[in-house]
């Protein structure tokens, strides 16, 4: 990281052990948010902690064009009843990501989060995908996009495969408008499931630098026809 331009320390000093915290502290201003994404760094801390800066190494990534869709997941794309649609409610979608969930105690998704990530989605950074099931938002994910770079911050869903369904129709409008990474943070099963794998952090850096130069995409129209 070229720390001349960046109010962050250099990766090389990010810890192990959590993995990947690089720093405390600062604000959610538009500017420090969109500082950290060129540089590869999220926030991520719960209620009553400062604010924490993280790169972890390796990188869960998906690359667009190797997106798994399991025979299952294509049977409800091609046959549910469902429409896709992008930025109509993000707000919406990310209080739905921060609604809690069984098994877990809180939330990261602060208050201050909603209303540092809403400040960018006016801005034209921050985007959702919904998945919408008679005439309800029943599934989505938001999160950023510099460039040709694409940062995956949350999902939700209420009914089977809904968070699946927008996930596979971003990915697959990100591979036709020419993005090369979709940010997925850190491994889970889910993921998985859908083709993102790891990569080594310094790999990670390389290819976030050759993408996030390219303009800003103005293509955010997602069709059904995608997996037709």
Same mark, same amino acid.
């Given at each position: 990281?070229?720390?001349?331009?960046?109010?962050?320390?250099?990766?090389?000093?990010?810890?192990?052990?959590?993995?990947?915290?690089?720093?405390?502290?600062?604000?959610?201003?538009?500017?420090?948010?969109?500082?950290? %994404?060129?540089?590869?760094?999220?926030?991520?801390?719960?209620?009553?902690?400062?604010?924490?800066?993280?790169?972890?190494?390796?990188?869960?990534?998906?690359?667009?064009?190797?997106?798994?869709?399991?025979?299952?997941?294509?049977?409800?794309?091609?046959?549910?009843?469902?429409?896709?649609?992008?930025?109509?409610?993000?707000?919406?979608?990310?209080?739905?990501?921060?609604?809690?969930?069984?098994?877990?105690?809180?939330?990261?998704?602060?208050?201050?989060?909603?209303?540092? %990530?809403?400040?960018?989605?006016?801005?034209? %950074?921050?985007?959702?995908?919904?998945?919408?099931?008679?005439?309800?938002?029943?599934?989505?994910? %938001?999160?950023?996009?510099?460039?040709?770079?694409?940062?995956?911050?949350?999902? #939700?869903?209420?009914?089977?495969?809904?968070?699946?369904?927008?996930?596979?129709?971003?990915?697959?409008?990100?591979?036709?408008?020419? #993005?090369?990474?979709?940010?997925?943070?850190?491994?889970?099963?889910?993921?998985?499931?859908?083709?993102?794998?790891?990569?080594?952090?310094?790999?990670?850096?390389?290819?976030?630098?050759?993408?996030?130069?390219?303009?800003?995409?103005?293509?955010?129209?997602?069709?059904?026809?995608?997996?037709?």
């Amino acid at each position: 990281m070229n720390t001349e331009h960046s109010s962050f320390p250099a990766l090389e000093h990010a810890l192990k052990q959590p993995n990947g915290l690089l720093a405390s502290g600062g604000d959610l201003s538009p500017e420090r948010l969109l500082d950290a %994404y060129r540089h590869g760094i999220f926030p991520w801390f719960s209620a009553g902690d400062p604010i924490l800066w993280w790169s972890p190494d390796p990188r869960m990534v998906l690359f667009p064009d190797e997106l798994k869709v399991s025979h299952s997941l294509r049977k409800t794309l091609h046959k549910a009843r469902y429409e896709v649609r992008s930025d109509t409610c993000f707000e919406r979608v990310m209080r739905a990501c921060a609604a809690p969930r069984a098994g877990q105690s809180g939330t990261w998704i602060l208050e201050e989060m909603i209303q540092a %990530y809403c400040t960018l989605h006016r801005m034209g %950074y921050a985007h959702s995908v919904e998945t919408w099931m008679d005439g309800e938002l029943v599934g989505g994910l %938001y999160g950023m996009a510099i460039g040709r770079m694409f940062y995956g911050e949350s999902m #939700f869903s209420t009914r089977s495969d809904a968070s699946k369904i927008a996930f596979a129709h971003l990915a697959k409008q990100l591979e036709r408008s020419g #993005f090369g990474m979709i940010d997925c943070q850190m491994h889970t099963p889910h993921l998985a499931s859908l083709g993102a794998r790891e990569i080594p952090r310094d790999e990670f850096i390389a290819k976030l630098q050759e993408l996030i130069h390219y303009p800003a995409s103005d293509n955010w129209h997602l069709d059904r026809d995608l997996f037709q």
